[in-house]
């Protein structure tokens, strides 16, 4: 069968990668065309686009690169109509995904499927309209959701797993480098690593970096290692490094939070890779006009947290310091209680245990791949 995916960010990449060898195994004759990055190419297919040609964030980028964004949307959807595959899987990136699943909608009989939820709950909600009216079915990673979905807005849902748990338990079972061994490999010193994460695009690299460099300094006995974005070159980095003693890797995010003694993350999935590997940490998001925001958040957004952690716990097990609370003093002193011997370290690690035991041990690929391809086989009946 003849598979569509479309993806918009680095994570997307990864999840549908993964997701589509789990379809391979079930149909041999499988065959992808999409939008997507390096690792869904390294599955095979053919791509239409690279993400990085749309994946903007923050009103100014999106608006400069809005005729990029527009050009490649009128080409995809054409695309899909010549290619007429079997069914559409759309992964998160909702502002490009909903046009998408609009269009091939009302044009076609093509089904439309999306794996990985955009995140409603948290904001615009009034996107749950365009979900009903062009998406078939709802393939959910994160256990609140089900309820969001079928209790609150009578929409079918099913939760498939979380892909990241599928990711690192299968990375923590293959993966047996030893600290000495993985600081040899990428030229570190032996110091003890604190690392940061600051996202995958530019808008939130440049928003987020210098703050995160500036507290991570105030610990002279750390060195500082930056998990480099796959679509972020070396030459943007360099603007905020400096001549600092920083090292980016790349490719090796698993690897690093690994031997890491904490981090620094922005908000996003990395923040449950790090609970995941059990590495204590804080969380930091730049917004602009803070106040704002903040007063936005108290009262007018419908969640209480901005971190998968605690949105999973529906408490706050780490530190998110972002609007008004984003400042270098208050990065580098949550960073100081998550270092050894600290009881906030101990709290955070023990609470992580409580996140493991919600997602479950469902694989989240296998799981909506058999979905989907029951799901085809029952529409090639009727």
Same mark, same amino acid.
């Given at each position: 069968?003849?598979?569509?995916?479309?993806?918009?960010?680095?994570?997307?990449?990864?999840?549908?990668?993964?997701?589509?060898?789990?379809?391979?195994?079930?149909?041999?004759?499988?065959?992808?065309?999409?939008?997507?990055?390096?690792?869904?190419?390294?599955?095979? #297919?053919?791509? @239409? +686009?690279?993400? =990085?040609? $749309?994946?903007?964030?923050?009103? &100014? %980028? *999106?608006?400069?690169?809005?005729?990029?964004?527009?050009?490649?949307?009128?080409?995809?959807?054409?695309?899909?109509?010549?290619?007429?595959?079997?069914?559409?899987?759309?992964?998160?990136?909702? #502002?490009?995904? @909903? +046009?998408?699943? =609009?269009? $091939?909608?009302?044009?076609?009989? &093509? %089904? *439309?499927?999306?794996?990985?939820?955009?995140?409603?709950?948290?904001?615009?909600?009034?996107?749950?309209?365009?979900?009903?009216?062009?998406?078939?079915?709802?393939?959910?990673?994160?256990?609140?959701?089900?309820?969001?979905?079928?209790? =609150?807005?009578?929409?079918?849902?099913?939760?498939?797993?979380?892909?990241?748990?599928?990711?690192?338990?299968?990375?923590?079972?293959?993966?047996?480098?030893?600290?000495?061994?993985?600081?040899?490999?990428?030229?570190?010193?032996?110091?003890?690593?604190?690392?940061?994460?600051?996202?995958?695009? =530019?808008?939130?690299?440049?928003?987020?970096?210098?703050?995160?460099?500036?507290?991570?300094?105030?610990?002279?006995?750390?060195?500082?290692?930056?998990?480099?974005?796959?679509?972020?070159?070396?030459?943007?980095?360099?603007?905020?490094?400096?001549?600092?003693?920083?090292?980016?890797?790349?490719?090796?995010?698993?690897?690093?939070?690994?031997?890491?003694?904490?981090?620094?993350?922005?908000?996003?999935?990395?923040?449950?890779?790090?609970?995941?590997?059990?590495?204590?940490?804080?969380?930091?998001?730049?917004?602009?006009?803070?106040?704002?925001?903040?007063?936005?958040?108290?009262?007018?957004?419908?969640?209480?947290?901005?971190?998968?952690?605690?949105?999973?716990?529906?408490?706050?097990?780490?530190?998110?310091?972002?609007?008004?609370?984003?400042?270098?003093?208050?990065?580098?002193?949550?960073?100081?209680?998550?270092?050894?011997?600290?009881?906030?370290?101990?709290?955070?690690?023990?609470?992580?245990?409580?996140?493991?035991?919600?997602?479950?041990?469902?694989?989240?690929?296998?799981?909506?791949?058999?979905?989907?391809?029951?799901?085809?086989?029952?529409?090639?009946?009727?």
């Amino acid at each position: 069968m003849k598979y569509y995916l479309i993806v918009g960010e680095a994570s997307g990449d990864l999840h549908a990668s993964h997701l589509m060898r789990s379809l391979q195994a079930l149909d041999s004759m499988a065959d992808f065309r999409f939008i997507g990055g390096d690792m869904m190419l390294q599955v095979g #297919g053919t791509c @239409l +686009k690279h993400y =990085k040609n $749309i994946s903007y964030m923050g009103f &100014i %980028p *999106v608006l400069l690169h809005l005729h990029i964004i527009f050009k490649i949307l009128k080409e995809c959807k054409k695309d899909i109509l010549k290619w007429k595959p079997d069914c559409l899987i759309l992964v998160d990136f909702p #502002g490009f995904n @909903l +046009k998408i699943a =609009k269009t $091939i909608h009302r044009k076609t009989n &093509i %089904p *439309v499927y999306y794996y990985i939820s955009p995140k409603i709950w948290a904001w615009k909600e009034r996107r749950i309209k365009a979900i009903k009216r062009d998406v078939d079915q709802m393939f959910s990673i994160l256990p609140f959701e089900v309820s969001f979905y079928k209790e =609150k807005h009578h929409f079918p849902v099913h939760y498939v797993g979380n892909p990241t748990v599928y990711e690192v338990e299968n990375f923590k079972h293959f993966y047996n480098k030893s600290k000495d061994t993985f600081c040899t490999y990428n030229k570190l010193s032996n110091k003890p690593i604190l690392a940061l994460l600051a996202g995958s695009r =530019k808008q939130e690299i440049k928003d987020n970096l210098p703050a995160m460099i500036e507290a991570a300094r105030h610990f002279e006995d750390y060195q500082i290692v930056i998990a480099g974005a796959p679509s972020i070159s070396e030459s943007f980095y360099s603007m905020y490094i400096k001549n600092k003693n920083i090292r980016v890797i790349r490719k090796q995010t698993y690897e690093l939070l690994t031997h890491s003694t904490a981090a620094i993350v922005t908000s996003g999935t990395a923040t449950l890779e790090a609970a995941l590997l059990n590495v204590p940490q804080v969380v930091c998001y730049k917004t602009p006009f803070p106040k704002l925001i903040r007063f936005a958040f108290n009262h007018i957004l419908k969640v209480k947290y901005i971190s998968l952690v605690n949105l999973i716990a529906n408490k706050e097990i780490i530190k998110e310091l972002f609007a008004d609370s984003f400042r270098v003093y208050n990065i580098a002193n949550e960073l100081y209680r998550l270092l050894p011997s600290h009881i906030e370290r101990k709290r955070i690690l023990e609470e992580y245990k409580s996140i493991r035991q919600k997602l479950g041990d469902e694989v989240a690929p296998d799981n909506t791949a058999h979905l989907i391809i029951k799901l085809l086989r029952e529409q090639l009946c009727k």
